[in-house]
């Protein structure tokens, strides 16, 4: 534990090899060491983060609910100091510290889903769907599936995601998986979504009828753009269609060549 940056890429490297029991011994070793540290820099606040934030992805990996949450809390109590820090430096939160908040938050609701905590849950994906996440708005859904049995009561949640369907964008190709994304980049496999509408418009799970017409035309509209992209008469890649219809080139190819020279 000399080295704390050499103990978490060591970690991560384990988790990568699907050694999650060592890496979970190490991940709660160095959060120990860290929290144990009285005053921390910022540098020393941010690996402290870091190092939560793979403690709790290590543990709900292994499905450790409760410890998972505790680390969890502990995490969202240490990145708001981390924040606080950074704003009394003057540093602004950039995009990539926006999407981890997001992610933080999301992880949230999903250990509060497998404990049972429908409010709960939909708290922590509410900061998600805020952003136009799919993924959140579809956990959402099954919050209330796996909690309630039924779609009776989510009627609410299900019009936000038919909503927000509509919102974020057409479907784009990255390699050979169509997804959705949102405003902060943040991506969600069209199969997951089609899959779950396929499920959740069939009578038995209570759905009110206009809201399941609602949602059977937005999986026809995911289903054709998904033909409309294998059949070349839509872009695979929603920028490049942009780029194509205004005629407009997305690089000033001239001016790169002066700067690159």
């Not at 708001?80 to 510290?97: C, P, Q």
């Not at 926006?98 to 849950?121: P, W, Y």
């Amino acid at each position: 534990m000399d080295d704390p940056v050499k103990v978490l890429n060591q970690l991560r490297s384990y988790v990568a090899d699907g050694r999650l029991e060592i890496s979970e011994v190490m991940a709660e070793e160095l959060t120990s060491l860290l929290l144990s540290e009285k005053k921390r820099t910022i540098q020393r606040q941010e690996l402290l983060v870091l190092a939560l934030r793979d403690h709790s992805n290590i543990l709900e990996i292994r499905q450790k609910w409760k410890l998972s949450m505790k680390a969890a809390k502990i995490l969202s109590k240490e990145s708001t100091k981390l924040r606080h820090m950074r704003a009394k430096e003057g540093v602004r939160e950039n995009d990539v510290e926006t999407v981890l908040k997001i992610e933080d938050s999301m992880q949230m609701g999903r250990i509060n889903l497998h404990l049972g905590n429908l409010k709960k849950a939909l708290n922590g994906f509410s900061v998600a769907t805020k952003a136009g996440h799919i993924e959140a708005y579809l956990l959402s859904v099954e919050a209330f599936e796996q909690c309630k049995g039924s779609l009776k009561k989510a009627t609410k949640v299900v019009k936000q995601l038919e909503k927000a369907l509509g919102e974020c964008g057409p479907v784009n190709r990255e390699k050979d998986e169509f997804i959705l994304i949102s405003k902060n980049g943040l991506t969600t496999s069209v199969e997951r979504v089609n899959t779950s509408l396929e499920r959740w418009i069939q009578p038995s799970l209570g759905l009110k009828q206009d809201v399941a017409t609602a949602l059977t035309t937005r999986l026809q509209s995911l289903r054709k753009q998904i033909a409309s992209i294998e059949s070349g008469e839509q872009a695979a890649n929603a920028r490049l269609q942009t780029a194509i219809d205004s005629l407009q080139p997305t690089v000033d190819y001239h001016e790169y060549s002066q700067s690159s020279r």
